[in-house]
């Protein structure tokens, strides 16, 4: 979790203010076969998840941004009590949010079960070859 906030929090400050349009990123294209698939295919695919990791940090660190501007948009002033309107209008922005995090992560964490899985399968596989 602290490295999932760590690299959130970087994410945010290389976000920067272009968060206008936070477009949901693509999941990897294939993920080999760990009892078919050559060291380099695997390699290769590591590489994409990584990259798909960044990208969904990015992702959530433009929401959470995009979240904050609307939020300040409302025009509650600190140490202002905010009206009945303003409080639902935060609340289910908050909520929107919220929910786009989860799904992000929660495809993210997916992706990256079922990669983490093809690689215990091929090391299972390979285990006896000797290496190069």
Known sequence: MKLFLAMASTAVLSAGTAYADCSYPAPPDHLPDGNTATLQEMVTAQKAVKEYD??????????????????????????????????????????????????????????ADRFNEQVKVYKAKNADKPKS
């Not at 202002?80 to 799904?103: G, S």
């Open 54 to 111: 960044k990208a969904i940090n990015a992702y959530v660190a433009c929401i959470q941004l995009e979240r904050d501007d609307a939020v300040s948009k409302l025009a509650v002033k600190p140490g202002e009590t905010p009206t009945a309107e303003q409080k639902k209008a935060i609340e289910d922005r908050q909520r929107v949010e919220i929910q786009k995090h989860n799904a992000a992560i929660d495809q993210l964490q997916s992706i």
